[in-house]
């Protein structure tokens, strides 16, 4: 069975750090397409950050040159390190996984057959 379980959400003051965590079960990690989208309150869901193969990342311009996406192939993880928090940021993340063959590459618009439960983060100014 495959499931994706989030992680380490929480409230920061802005200019602080969070990292993010999807145990992945089902499933091994290491070429899947894999992202993380948020959601902001009020707002449509966004992409944040994508992975497939190491070196690959691909992020929002939103949050370039602040977040980092990686895989931990030996624990079957993903992750996003998060600094330099801004309220804008506040939003339920969730991490997702395209386990089948897409021609258009790993990107926010790839359908995602599986999807985490999400983990709320807050940035308070």
């Known amino acids: 069975q495959v499931q994706l379980v989030e992680s380490g959400g929480g409230s920061v003051q802005a200019g602080g750090s969070l990292r993010l965590s999807c145990a992945v079960s089902?499933?091994?990690?290491?070429?899947?397409?894999m992202a993380w989208f948020r959601h902001p309150q009020g707002s449509e869901r966004e992409g944040v950050a994508t992975?497939?193969?190491?070196?690959?990342?691909a992020y929002a311009e939103s949050v370039k040159g602040r977040f980092t996406i990686s895989k931990d192939t030996a624990r079957n993880t993903l992750s996003l390190e998060m600094n330099d928090l801004q309220p804008e940021d506040t939003a339920v993340y969730y991490c997702?996984?395209?386990?089948?063959?897409?021609?258009?590459?790993?990107?926010?618009?790839?359908?995602?057959?599986?999807w985490g439960q999400g983990t709320q983060v807050t940035v308070t100014s």
């Open positions: 992975i497939q193969l190491p070196g690959s990342a």
């Open positions: 997702a996984a395209r386990t089948f063959r897409w021609s258009g590459g790993c990107s926010f618009r790839a359908p995602y057959n599986y």
């Open positions: 089902g499933f091994t990690s290491s070429d899947v397409c």
